[in-house]
């Protein structure tokens, strides 16, 4: 397996669950270091027209507490998304981008993105979408409607 030495992700990460584990893992398996993209409030708010249950801060140190917990790695960077693409868009040092199943076909469009800004091309690596116990994906809006808890399972009513 090819190893990049920065692999870049991006996302919400509203509430941490079983699908962020495994973009997280990935990312972390195929990469030297991990530049990780958390969208602002402020662009979950007036662009993504996202609701959430956690703010930028709390998102972050979710995030981090996760990376230390289950992949026990400090080889990575979190910076703060005000716009789609973040550092791809700028940076020559990201070789790689990891996307979900679910954001694949925007990832496509980054590299015709970074061939104008005169940027090299990246390697996209989808990852399948972690399903629940019902067969639909894992979601963070999914738990915050209590359809089903972290892990994917149904969440019994009452």
Known sequence: MKKYNQVALG???DIIHRGHLELLKESFKVGHFVVIG??????VRSVLKKKIKNHY???VRNI???IENEIGSNSYQITRLVDHFGPLMTSNKIDCLVVSEESEEKGKTINPLRIKLGLPIIDIISVKMILANDGLPI??????SNEIDINGSKIMDK
Do not use: A, L, N, W
């Not at 958390?38 to 662009?43: A, K, L, Q, Y």
């Not at 979601?139 to 915050?144: D, G, H, K, L, V």
């Open 139 to 144: 979601s963070s809006s999914r738990i915050r």
């Open 57 to 59: 801060y709390i998102r």
């Open 38 to 43: 958390v969208t602002s409030d402020e662009f």
């Open 11 to 13: 996302g919400t990460f």
């Open 64 to 66: 981090k507490k996760t």
